[in-house]
């Protein structure tokens, strides 16, 4: 089955500063990569995904990067702020029928004022 | 509506208790999920529901027992739970049913079993 890898487990910049959290996966068939925010105490949400068709998106602070050959991609957020500290999963989804998001261990980002 | 609602918040139990975790959710969607998330953890699923049917369970214990009444809830029904089952229990839905979509969360249940 797919297995996801999250590096680093913990992230800490300075505000204003770029943060870059890194994924690889296993299964080559999996073609729906999402991230989610989860602050402390609260739900996982959706803050971008990318599907296996396109190789970079962008939402304002916000990118992912896609690298199917290597079997990996990447979260990136531009000048951070406090409010972008939470932790950060990726995750993975292969298109073979009934199997849903394979997350990552997550990456704690603390971003210092 | 793109919520997913969660009831309880917050739950204690004894260890001979019944209880249940209900979710509900408006956005027409067709899968839904159930995961549990132990503190500084990644969500680990449970089980998935696909048009009403339960499609994987991944070897939950049965103290652990899901049911879709209809296509927007979702129970979870717990029976003399251990201790180590304290956890968040989030539920999720996606669209369609290939599963590879987004799926939303509900805001969870903190079930602590005493």
């Known amino acids: 089955g797919e297995n996801v890898e999250q590096h680093p487990s913990t992230l800490s910049v300075q505000e204003g500063d770029s943060a870059v959290i890194k994924c690889t996966y296993s299964?080559?068939?999996?073609?729906?990569f999402p991230w989610y925010k989860q602050e402390l105490g609260k739900r996982p949400q959706l803050i971008i995904d990318?599907?296996?068709?396109?190789g970079e998106k962008k939402d304002q602070r916000i990118a992912v990067t896609l690298n199917k050959t290597a079997k990996h991609f990447s979260l990136h957020i531009t000048e951070t702020q406090p409010e972008d500290s939470a932790v950060y999963f990726c995750?993975?989804?292969?298109?073979?029928?009934?199997?849903?998001?394979?997350f990552g261990k997550g990456t704690r980002l603390s971003v210092i004022a | 509506d793109t919520e997913v609602t969660q009831t309880p918040k917050h739950l204690v139990m004894g260890m001979t208790n019944k209880k249940s975790l209900k979710c509900e959710q408006h956005?027409?969607?067709?899968?839904m999920y159930w995961y549990k998330q132990k503190a500084k953890k990644p969500p680990e699923l449970m089980f998935v529901?696909?048009?009403?049917?339960?499609?994987i369970n991944e070897s939950v214990p049965s103290r652990f027992s899901p049911e879709c009444p209809n296509s927007s809830l979702l129970n979870l029904h717990l029976h003399a739970l251990q201790p180590e089952d304290s956890a968040l229990y989030l539920c999720?839905?996606?669209?369609?049913?290939?599963?590879?979509?987004?799926?939303?969360f509900g805001q969870g249940t903190r079930l602590t079993v005493v």
């Open positions: 999720a839905s996606s669209q369609g049913d290939s599963l590879n979509t987004e799926a939303f």
């Open positions: 299964d080559s068939a999996s073609n729906y």
């Open positions: 990318i599907r296996s068709n396109v």
């Open positions: 529901y696909s048009y009403e049917k339960l499609s």
């Open positions: 956005m027409g969607h067709r899968a």
């Open positions: 995750a993975a989804s292969p298109n073979s029928g009934n199997t849903p998001l394979v």
